[in-house]
């Protein structure tokens, strides 16, 4: 993994980037990370910084180690590890070495900032902000009905804000 400037998101369709390629959300360190697949989530700017917004349910192993980390990274892996993201995102760190599972090659940026060889992008993010959904706050109820009530342990999701602060391909 090489670092370059984070303008390099001026090259991707950021449209597509999370939503349809998914992303892998990882956190950790070297005595202990784990990663999860997402496709919820997005780019932009918020409080004039470049940021990324990250829908996490708390039922998820990740979530403890995001809890615990000052910086998550966001992984866009190459189509052909289609695969290996549909390992990270139907299995739980929990009962199983899923990154071992999926062929992914952990890569430490440094403590606590966990990679993947295997990714042709990763952002270094920096937690900013972190809120928990609660019922009240839907205001089309059919989305809480849809996603949340109608799911069998559908928990509301924690959203985070990071802060994009570093990329490497
Ligand atoms: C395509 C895809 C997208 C997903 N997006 C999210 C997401 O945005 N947020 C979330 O909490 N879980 C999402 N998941 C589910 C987690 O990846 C899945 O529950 C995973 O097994 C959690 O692993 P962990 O327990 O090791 O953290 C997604 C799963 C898939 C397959």
Redesign the pocket.
């Known amino acids: 993994m090489k670092q370059t400037d984070i303008n390099v998101l001026m090259k991707e369709n950021v449209w597509d980037l999370i939503g349809k390629q ?1 992303m892998l959300i990882t956190a950790g360190d070297e005595n202990g990370f ?8 997005g780019i932009g700017w918020l409080w004039n910084k470049p940021v990324a917004f ?4 708390p039922e ?4 403890q180690f995001v809890e615990k980390s000052e910086y998550v990274t966001l992984s866009f892996l190459p189509e052909e590890y289609r695969k290996a ?2 390992i ?7 009962d199983t070495n ?1 990154v071992a599972d999926a062929n992914l090659t952990p890569e430490f940026i440094r403590s606590g900032v966990v990679g993947f060889a295997q990714s042709r992008l990763t952002l270094v993010c920096k937690k900013l902000f972190k809120t928990s959904m609660t019922e009240d706050c839907f205001i089309d109820k059919e989305v809480l009905k849809r996603w949340y009530n109608d799911q069998p342990g559908g928990s509301l ?1 924690d959203v985070y804000v990071v802060e994009i602060n570093e990329a490497y391909i």
């Open positions: 998914w784990n990663t999860m697949t997402a496709s919820w989530g990250i829908f996490i349910r998820r192993y990740t979530h993201l549909q990270c995102g139907t299995v739980s760190g929990r899923k999701h």
